[in-house]
């Protein structure tokens, strides 16, 4: 190979393939549309990660000082890529500068878009101040301000938090699994329980989802440990009596409607497609699946590959991911785009 590999996107996945390519010797070009690295731990100011309990500016701030280090990585930030022409081993971007990249291969490593609970309306997100996101209690925490109402500034006495808010929901068209947010959300009541040991945390659930080795450390330790509540419900809505939120639904346990005043409710937002991603596909020539996250091959064999020759995605740009996850898939995409040469070499003679 001699030409780079064009790496679009700059979060755990993007760098995680650019330090495999550029390891190896080969030169990397990596388009970042934001004017950072880092991808949604750093863009979104998330606190201390699932499950290595690093807090997000030094784990994911470590693997951009890592990329930025690297000679033979060529960083463009608040770029994006305008058109992508040719073939494996000769391909020709224009960035939307009008600068042109050429490429041997391509890795879309472009991410997902947060949630917007505004498309939840009877939840309260954007009715009452106190109604937030896992997000905003992320950046509360990563900022130091600890948790506090914003309404106020006072710290909560009382706080809930409602999972699966724009996941698993066929009513908004979202019927994935976001995978993270169970482990994510006991863990931010993990962190809430510490700081303010008076506080009340409640975490409403359909399912718990805290997979694998998650369950022990997560599921039990909130609540043999931290005290965190679960009840099991069907949320109705969440409305006010003036003075404090109220959670109104039914207990489907005990099969009873419940409503049950907190000072904070914290929605647990999902991960959305990319909103670029209609572009991604058209730029790319690469297909989306039925819910419009990038399209990947499903056979073992041919993980990272998308239906373009030449053309590899990792992480959350094809479904919901976490980072270990979307770190590992990068270094797979970033074999995928090294071995291709040799692959279309050895397919040719067989
Ligand atoms: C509240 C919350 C907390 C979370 N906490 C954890 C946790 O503790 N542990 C864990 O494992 N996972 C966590 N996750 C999941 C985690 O955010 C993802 O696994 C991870 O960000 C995926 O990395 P990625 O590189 O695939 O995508 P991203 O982080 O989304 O990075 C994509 C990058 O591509 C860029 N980009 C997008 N479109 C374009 C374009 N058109 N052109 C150029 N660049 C583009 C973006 O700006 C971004 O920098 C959490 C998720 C949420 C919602
Ligand atoms: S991980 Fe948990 S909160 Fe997130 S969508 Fe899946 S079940 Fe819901």
Not at 71 to 88: K, M, Q, Y
Not at 264 to 290: E, Q, R, Y
Request: aromatic share 8%.
């Amino acid at each position: 190979m001699s030409k780079p590999v064009l790496i679009v996107g700059g979060g755990p996945a993007g760098l995680s393939a650019a330090h495999a390519v550029a390891s190896a010797g080969q030169k990397v070009v990596l388009v970042e549309k934001e004017d950072r690295l880092g991808g949604a731990p750093i863009l979104s100011g998330y606190a201390r990660l699932v499950p290595s309990h690093e807090w997000a500016k030094d784990a994911i701030g470590g693997m951009v000082t890592r990329v930025e280090n690297r000679e033979n990585v060529d960083i463009r930030l608040g770029a994006s890529v305008d058109t992508f022409a040719g073939n494996p081993g000769d391909f020709v971007a224009t960035l939307k500068d009008g600068t042109t990249v050429e490429a041997d291969a391509a890795i879309l490593a472009t991410g997902f878009t947060h949630f917007d609970s505004v498309n939840k309306p009877e939840w309260g997100f954007g009715t009452y101040p106190d109604v937030v996101t896992t997000t905003q209690v992320e950046q509360m925490l990563s900022s130091g301000a600890g948790v506090k109402c914003p309404s106020d500034g006072r710290a909560p006495d009382r706080v809930a938090i409602l999972l699966c808010v724009g996941s698993r929901d066929r009513q908004i068209g979202r019927e994935w699994c976001s995978k993270i947010c169970c482990t994510v959300s006991a863990n931010i009541a993990m962190e809430i329980r510490e700081a303010l040991p008076n506080c009340n945390v409640y975490i409403y659930y359909m399912d718990i989802r805290t997979f694998g080795l998650y369950e022990g450390e997560y599921y039990w330790g909130s609540q043999e440990e931290y005290k965190v509540k679960y009840i099991k419900a069907r949320i109705a809505e969440v409305t006010s009596d003036g003075k404090r939120l109220l959670v109104k639904g039914e207990d489907t346990l005990v099969k009873r409607p419940i409503s049950i005043p907190f000072d904070m409710v914290v929605h647990a937002i999902g991960m959305d497609p990319n909103v670029d991603n209609m572009t991604l596909s058209a730029v790319f020539d690469v297909k989306l699946n039925k819910y419009g996250y990038i399209d990947k091959a499903s056979t073992y064999a041919h993980l990272a590959e998308t239906n373009r020759p030449g053309v590899f995605v990792a992480g959350s740009a094809s479904g919901p991911e976490t980072i270990d996850d979307s770190i590992a898939q990068g270094q797979a995409a970033a074999m995928a785009a090294l071995n291709m040469p040799r692959n279309r070499v050895m397919e040719a003679a067989e």
